[in-house]
């Protein structure tokens, strides 16, 4: 199995920007994609960024495109979102999850494994 813990996440002003990190650990860990989601309350969970093993490969909600970057870096087991120009609509827990999947597709209900969340919060 795989452990996934985010962190990075807290409050900042519309147009901020943040960075939240994704410590990956366990077994063959560079063979799994990495995806990013998040959940409002009342909302659904949905798919914010993917990130194929090999991080040549990326995908975006349209939400968040020109926004938002995924990035990993394998040597040390940890993806990242870096997310700039954040908006009221971005309040979330943001969630890591990894699939046995090599590309950048991460489907929501097909994740094997997610982390617990870190919470981001954009107001003024």
């Known amino acids: 199995q795989l452990r996934l813990v985010e962190s990075g996440g807290g409050l900042v002003q519309p147009g901020g920007s943040l960075r939240l990190s994704c410590a990956v650990s366990?077994?063959?860990?560079?063979?799994?994609?990495i995806g990013w989601f998040r959940q409002s309350p009342g909302k659904e969970r949905e798919g914010v960024s993917c990130?194929?093993?090999?991080?040549?490969?990326?995908n975006y909600a349209d939400s968040v495109k020109g926004r938002f970057t995924i990035s990993r870096d394998n040597a040390k087991s940890m993806v990242y979102l870096q997310m700039n120009n954040l908006k009221p609509e971005d309040i979330a827990v943001y969630y890591c999850?990894?699939?046995?999947?090599?590309?950048?597709?991460?489907?929501?209900?097909?994740?094997?494994?997610w982390g617990k969340g870190t919470l981001v919060t954009v107001s003024s």
């Open positions: 999850a990894a699939s046995r999947n090599t590309g950048s597709v991460c489907p929501p209900n097909g994740m094997g494994y």
């Open positions: 990130i194929s093993t090999s991080g040549t490969s990326t």
């Open positions: 366990g077994f063959a860990v560079n063979a799994y994609s």
